[in-house]
T-cell receptor, first 111, second 112 residues
Framework: AQSVAQPEDQVNVAEGNPLTVKCTYS??????LFWYVQYPNRGLQFLLK??????LVKGSYGFEAEFNKSQTSFHLKKPSALVSDSALYFC?????????FGTGTRLQVFP | NAGVTQTPKFQVLKTGQSMTLQCAQD?????MYWYRQDPGMGLRLIYY???????DKGEVPNGYNVSRLNKREFSLRLESAAPSQTSVYFC???????????FGSGTRLTVV
């Protein structure tokens, strides 16, 4: 079955430290890959996507993601975390007619 | 502002009552989707409409019906609400899945 996995329910990091939120997928072919962020009581907002080309993709708010085809991973990264980055993050993978989402990772950045 | 508009934002229903969640987009997108979000389960697709005039079941369609009224509007109906349908419901639209989705702000539904 085609799926997206986010192995960590929560990631805790101190402000100013680098952060990584992990995502792996099991989808045939060469899907497009996405990261979305959800702030409390809000809808999901697009952060970045990978289609093809450079394995390091840059997105909104200083986030970037690294695509690794051999490991079928698409990890979200940021060099220096901010308290305001605290939110729920979703990885998603495109199928021909819809996206499938991971279960989400809550990022908590402590001052 | 362009985007996806969902109504209502909050709703409390009694078991067995019916209601319709409304969704409209003004971006001329072909495809529209309904998801539910539950703690620890992420987003699960209920129904989607790849284009005007078509609808398809997603991962969790039982207990729901949909109508793609026109290109702009895609409604979700609960015929006989159950406590298991307590959730946050999101509507989304896309021009093509390769472009990703634009999401509405959600409807928080509680069934008592």
């Amino acid at each position: 079955a085609q799926s997206v996995a986010q192995p960590e329910d929560q990631v805790n990091v101190a402000e100013g430290n680098p952060l990584t939120v992990k995502c792996t997928y099991s989808v045939s072919g060469n899907p497009y890959l996405f990261w979305y962020v959800q702030y409390p009581n809000r809808g999901l907002q697009f952060l970045l996507k990978y289609i093809t080309g450079d394995n390091l993709v840059k997105g909104s708010y200083g986030f970037e993601a690294e695509f690794n085809k051999s490991q079928t991973s698409f990890h979200l990264k940021k060099p220096s975390a901010l308290v305001s980055d605290s939110a729920l993050y979703f990885c998603a993978v495109s199928l021909p007619d819809k996206l499938i989402f991971g279960t989400g990772t809550r990022l908590q950045v402590f001052p | 502002n362009a985007g996806v508009t969902q109504t209502p934002k909050f709703q409390v229903l009694k078991t067995g009552q019916s209601m319709t969640l409304q969704c409209a987009q003004d971006m001329n997108h072909n495809s529209m989707y309904w998801y539910r979000q539950d703690p620890g389960m992420g987003l699960r697709l209920i129904y989607y409409s790849a284009s005007e005039g078509t609808t398809d079941k997603g991962e969790v369609p039982n207990g729901y019906n949909v109508s793609r009224l026109n290109k702009r509007e895609f409604s979700l109906r609960l015929e006989s609400a159950a406590p298991s349908q307590t959730s946050v419901y999101f509507c989304a639209s896309s021009e093509d899945t390769g472009y990703g989705y634009t999401f509405g702000s959600g409807t928080r539904l509680t069934v008592v």
